[in-house]
């Protein structure tokens, strides 16, 4: 007797994609609005895993503490520099390296406003920062995550933005 064989039906089309607001794409174009990071097999947990394990084995545990602790010292340092500049406000404590902050203009639609900022400074290419919604208010989002990041790349953040809004 055959054995019988169903095909197995693919997943629905969203099954592995996950756009939070600070992940989705501010661009309609279908080059620049491609989200890499859904469309690649790195996204489930076996490969992700591995490469944790192997950089776990490899580097140790001590350089992975050591790593996060210079990155949560940095989302400080730029939370006191934006705090320091008055036209800055931060939207939401520093409790991780995500750093959630806008600019602010008299009379000014401050949502509108910053995701010009925003569009701008992605487009100098000199730093890179995301988008978030905090209490409803449309926010800047910086999140310090790569090692090599130094206080002059998070100042960089800061100076930035000042440029972009001096432009618009």
Same mark, same amino acid.
């Given at each position: 007797?055959?054995?019988?064989?169903?095909?197995?039906?693919?997943?629905?089309?969203?099954?592995?994609?996950?756009? !939070?607001?600070?992940?989705?794409?501010?661009?309609?174009?279908?080059?620049?609005?491609?989200?890499?990071? !859904?469309?690649s097999?790195?996204?489930?947990?076996?490969?992700?895993?591995?490469?944790?394990?192997?950089?776990?084995?490899?580097?140790?545990?001590?350089?992975?503490?050591e790593?996060?602790? !210079?990155?949560?010292?940095?989302?400080?340092?730029?939370?006191?520099?934006?705090?320091?500049?008055?036209?800055?406000?931060?939207?939401?404590?520093?409790?991780?390296?995500?750093?959630?902050?806008?600019?602010?203009?008299?009379?000014?639609d401050?949502?509108?406003?910053?995701?010009?900022?925003?569009?701008?400074?992605?487009?100098?290419?000199?730093?890179?920062?995301?988008?978030?919604?905090?209490?409803?208010?449309?926010?800047?989002?910086?999140?310090?995550?790569?090692?090599?990041?130094?206080?002059?790349?998070?100042?960089?953040?800061?100076?930035?933005?000042?440029?972009?809004?001096?432009?618009?």
């Amino acid at each position: 007797m055959a054995a019988s064989c169903t095909a197995i039906p693919p997943p629905p089309s969203g099954a592995f994609a996950h756009s !939070e607001d600070y992940a989705r794409s501010l661009s309609n174009d279908p080059i620049e609005g491609f989200a890499f990071f !859904e469309e690649s097999m790195e996204l489930s947990r076996p490969f992700r895993a591995l490469k944790i394990w192997l950089s776990l084995r490899y580097f140790g545990l001590r350089a992975f503490q050591e790593s996060i602790c !210079e990155d949560l010292r940095l989302a400080k340092f730029l939370a006191e520099a934006i705090q320091s500049e008055p036209s800055l406000e931060l939207l939401a404590p520093v409790e991780l390296s995500a750093v959630c902050f806008r600019y602010r203009r008299p009379a000014a639609d401050l949502d509108a406003l910053n995701l010009q900022i925003l569009q701008r400074v992605i487009q100098r290419g000199k730093v890179y920062i995301s988008n978030a919604t905090v209490h409803g208010r449309f926010a800047l989002r910086a999140c310090i995550v790569n090692h090599r990041t130094t206080s002059e790349d998070v100042l960089a953040v800061v100076s930035e933005v000042m440029q972009a809004a001096a432009e618009l």
